[in-house]
């Protein structure tokens, strides 16, 4: 198995099945811990503590703290319903509509502080980094660019636009947006106003 597979798939454990609600135990007491202090408070032995289980029962399912976290944050991001597989269903005249429909699930206070987190966490925990950008953002940016082309071969683009750096503008600029805003610019409708504006300024053709 790879790299990237091992770090998606929690280690399989010799002997009795295992308990899918303690999967989620573990995750969801390894995200509240990532949120409320970042990966320097979201030890092992205090997910554990959290989710009412054994260290070990952790250490049979994931090979690093690092692989339990990001697969944490990415299961808790696909709760939302903005997968990567939604992005390769959905038809190119609906893709800009996608994005402004994703602002209910950004301007969440949860979302905001998790980004937060991630970003924050990546100068002193690389590995954290390595594993999430490898397993999860780099398959994501993939879909999103896949689904950029689409739209672009839908005549909605130009057709000399560069995807890659077209892609890089659109999430820099929503993570940006996240991170830095403004009092008052947190709402779902400015955030929406926001995404049209962005989107129109990058060549799309948004359709009402």
């Not at 005249?93 to 301007?107: P, S, V, Y």
Request: aromatic share 6%; with cysteine.
């Amino acid at each position: 198995m790879d790299t990237a597979a091992a770090a998606r798939n929690p280690k399989t454990a010799a002997g009795r099945p295992r308990s899918p609600l303690v999967d989620q135990a573990i995750m969801r007491g390894a995200l509240e811990l990532f949120i409320e202090h970042g990966v320097a408070g979201a030890s092992i032995e205090r997910i554990a503590k959290r989710a009412g289980v054994a260290k070990t029962s952790i250490y049979r399912r994931w090979s690093s703290r690092e692989a339990l976290l990001a697969q944490a944050i990415e299961d808790f991001r696909n709760a939302t319903g903005f997968t990567t597989d939604l992005l390769d269903r959905t038809p190119p005249r609906d893709f800009a509509k996608l994005l402004i429909g994703a602002c209910e699930m950004i301007a969440r206070p949860e979302i905001r502080k998790l980004v937060a987190r991630l970003i924050g966490s990546f100068a002193d925990h690389p590995k954290l980094l390595e594993v999430y950008l490898e397993t999860y953002f780099l398959p994501r940016r993939s879909a999103f660019i896949r689904a950029l082309e689409r739209v672009r071969a839908a005549g909605l683009l130009a057709p000399d636009v560069d995807l890659e750096t077209l892609a890089d503008m659109l999430i820099g600029a929503l993570v940006y947006r996240v991170l830095l805003s403004l009092r008052g610019e947190h709402s779902v409708s400015d955030l929406r106003d926001h995404v049209r504006r962005l989107l129109h300024q990058t060549g799309f053709e948004v359709l009402q």
